[in-house]
């Protein structure tokens, strides 16, 4: 069994930064794709960014793209997301994600692993 564990979200102002981990235990993690996903109060989970498991393939959401960075390091078992630039909007809870498919178009079926979450909050 899996177990993901988020860490890093907090308070932040608009147009700062913030990294967020995500800790992996009890699988073989170098054999899963990864990713994050978010969901703001009162809208669905969304896919925000995955990575394959060599980290040589990544992908993100529109509202990603350009200031969101997803990467991993194999021997930590850890996947980051480093978030600049960001935008009120971006507030959230933050899952990590493993173990799903994703191409250029999305997210192709549920992942078959989930995090506990952690708040992102970003201030106007």
């Known amino acids: 069994q899996v177990q993901l564990v988020e860490s890093g979200g907090g308070l932040v102002q608009a147009g700062g930064s913030l990294s967020l981990a995500c800790a992996a235990s009890?699988?073989?993690?170098?054999?899963?794709?990864m990713g994050w996903f978010r969901q703001a109060p009162g809208k669905e989970r969304a896919f925000v960014a995955g990575?394959?498991?060599?980290?040589?393939?990544?992908a993100y959401s529109d509202s990603a793209k350009g200031r969101f960075t997803i990467s991993r390091d194999n021997a930590k078992n850890t996947i980051y997301l480093r978030m600049n630039s960001l935008k009120p909007e971006d507030t959230a809870v933050y899952y990590c994600a493993a173990a799903f498919a994703f191409s250029s178009a999305g997210v192709h079926g549920a992942p078959q692993y989930w995090g506990q979450g952690t708040q992102v909050t970003v201030s106007s």
């Open positions: 990575i394959s498991w060599s980290g040589g393939t990544t």
């Open positions: 009890g699988g073989t993690f170098s054999s899963y794709t």
